[in-house]
Nanobody, 123 residues
């Protein structure tokens, strides 16, 4: 199993930027396709972005394309989400998780989700 700790959230005005981090435990981190998800109040958790094992390839949900960028640092067991041009509709709790495969938007059965990190975008 892998354990995940997200950080970097906060309150930001529309148009602003934030960088999220996700620190993972476990020696197999570099073998996982990793992703970011978010859950807004009253809504289901949704996929946001994914990256392959090396970080050389990425994919995104349509609503964040061109604004968000996912990356990873395998020696540090960390995956990042750079969020630019933030909108009020980006307000949510953000989580990271290993994905079930390249191109997938479904999390792997990896254990428990982390606590997430809250992003609030004011208009």
């Amino acid at each position: 199993q892998v354990q995940l700790v997200e950080s970097g959230g906060g309150l930001v005005q529309a148009g602003g930027s934030l960088r999220l981090s996700c620190a993972a435990s476990g020696r197999s981190f570099s073998s996982y396709v990793m992703g970011w998800f978010r859950q807004a109040p009253g809504k289901e958790r949704e996929f946001v972005a994914g990256t392959n094992w090396s970080g050389s390839n990425t994919y995104y949900e349509d609503s964040v394309k061109g604004r968000f960028s996912i990356s990873r640092d395998n020696p540090k067991n960390t995956v990042y989400l750079q969020m630019n041009s933030l909108k009020p509709e980006d307000t949510a709790v953000y989580y990271c998780a290993p994905l079930s495969g390249w191109g997938s938007k479904v999390p792997l059965n990896f254990g428990s989700w982390g606590q997430g990190t809250q992003i609030t975008v004011s208009s």
